[in-house]
């Protein structure tokens, strides 16, 4: 039996939550017409990105496979965003659906760093810590726009 990977784990889990991040705001960039929030969306999509490539690259660096968001995932969030948009596309609307996006990441990144704090690489854990950061701060960016 094959032990569990702890650190393509993490790392994994940071990769799929950054692409996540990565899909709705491009998605989101196209739905919003307030120019300011959008660039608070691009400055977000930027940081996702930074996220994104840096496990993707310590992903490789390890020898570990990148295991993306599945098709029928990427399909479900495409729909959901369009569904919850359609009788409402308000900046004030999208913030909260953003907020509440962040907050899910917060509290898995919470569950995943006390996981694997102790059985994944210190660098790895800070990733996921600074993941962490990036979406409690993202919630309070988007309180403005409520």
């Given amino acids: 039996m094959n032990e569990p990977n702890y650190n393509a784990e993490l790392l994994n ?12 705001i491009t998605q989101l960039m196209d739905i919003t017409k307030d120019e300011a929030f959008k660039e608070r969306l691009h400055a977000q999509l930027k940081e ?22 599945s ?11 369009n569904f919850q948009t359609l ?10 659906m953003l907020m ?3 907050n899910m990441g917060v ?3 919470i569950k995943n760093i006390h996981k694997y704090s102790q059985k994944a690489e ?11 950061q990036f979406e409690e701060n993202n919630v309070e960016r988007f309180k403005q726009y409520l």
């Fill in 107 to 109: 509290i898995d990144a």
């Fill in 48 to 69: 996702y990105r930074q996220i994104h490539d840096q496990a993707a690259q310590m992903l490789e660096e390890n020898g570990f496979n990148e295991e993306g968001l």
């Fill in 87 to 96: 009788s409402d596309d308000s900046t004030s609307h999208i913030a909260e």
């Fill in 13 to 24: 889990f940071v990769y799929q939550n950054s692409q996540m991040g990565v899909d709705t």
């Fill in 71 to 81: 098709a029928f995932e990427k399909i479900r969030t495409y729909l959901m965003i």
């Fill in 122 to 132: 210190p660098d790895i854990v800070k990733l996921m810590e600074h993941l962490k």
């Fill in 100 to 102: 509440v996006g962040s």
